[in-house]
C-alpha cells in the first residue's frame, strides 16, 4: 500500500499544479482522507486504541483494504483531472489560430486530435474499471500513461505558440498588403477603362 500511497501523491501533485484553484480536485481529497480514517481505525484497532479486544486480525486487514481503495479512486480522480486539465489547455493554447497557421508550424497537430480521440475512449475505460472494481497498479499505470501522452501533446502545442502566433501574424499582414494592391490595381484599371470612355462621350456630346 506503500507503493500505491507513494503513486497517488505524485499525481495529486500533478493534477494540482494543472489546476491551481484544485476545481477538479475536491473528490481526490475526499479519498485521500477517507483512506486515512481506515488507516486510522486499522491502527488504533491493532494498539487496541478502539473496536475488538483483542486486536482483531481481519478488523485491521478489512480497513486497509478499505484504504487501499480509496486511495485507488483518488489516484483515478486525480488522473482525471489530468486529463480533462491537458484537454482544456490544448483547446485554450490552439484557439484562434487558423488552419493555416497550424499547417505551416504544427501540421502534426491534426494526426494528434486523431489520437486525443483514440485516448478520450481509452480514458473511457479506465474509468469504468475504477467502477467496477478493477484495480491494479497496472491498471493505474495504463491509465496514467494514455495521461502522459495528452501531456506530451499539450507541451509541444505550448512550445509551438509563439511560433504558431507569430506565423499568423505575418500572413495577416501578408494578407493585408495583398488587399490594399488588389484594392489599388481595381481603382487603377477602372481609371484607366473609365476615363477613355468618359473622354469620347464629353467628345460626342459637345459634337
Not at 505524485?10 to 481529497?29: C, G, H, Q, T, Y
Not at 488507516?39 to 481481519?58: I, Q, W
Not at 481509452?122 to 484495480?135: E, F, P
Not at 481609371?191 to 459634337?207: G, R
Request: charged fraction near 30%; charge should be neutral.
Amino acid at each position: 500500500m506503500v507503493r500505491l500511497y507513494v503513486r497517488t501523491k505524485r499525481l495529486v501533485i500533478s493534477a494540482e499544479e494543472m489546476d491551481p484553484e484544485s476545481k477538479s480536485n475536491i473528490a481526490v481529497f475526499k479519498e485521500q482522507r477517507d483512506a486515512l480514517d481506515h488507516v486510522m481505525r486499522a491502527l488504533a484497532d491493532a494498539l487496541d486504541g478502539e473496536g475488538s479486544d483483542p486486536p482483531d486480525p481481519k478488523y485491521f486487514t478489512m480497513q486497509l483494504e478499505k484504504a487501499r481503495g480509496h486511495l485507488f479512486r483518488a489516484a483515478y480522480d486525480a488522473l482525471d483531472g489530468l486529463g480533462v486539465s491537458c484537454k482544456i489547455r490544448i483547446a485554450k493554447v490552439m484557439d484562434g489560430l487558423s488552419n493555416e497557421a497550424i499547417q505551416a508550424v504544427h501540421s502534426q497537430y491534426y494526426d494528434h486530435l486523431v489520437e486525443i480521440d483514440k485516448i478520450e475512449q481509452q480514458i473511457v475505460t479506465h474509468r469504468l474499471q475504477k467502477d467496477v472494481g478493477d484495480r491494479t497498479l497496472e491498471n493505474m499505470d495504463a491509465y496514467k500513461n494514455q495521461v502522459e501522452k495528452l501531456y506530451g501533446y499539450l507541451r509541444e502545442c505550448q512550445s509551438r505558440a509563439n511560433a504558431l502566433w507569430e506565423w499568423q501574424r505575418r500572413d495577416g499582414k501578408r494578407i493585408w498588403k495583398e488587399k490594399v494592391v488588389l484594392g489599388l490595381m481595381i481603382a487603377l484599371l477602372t481609371a484607366l477603362v473609365t476615363a477613355p470612355v468618359t473622354i469620347l462621350i464629353s467628345y460626342f456630346v459637345k459634337k
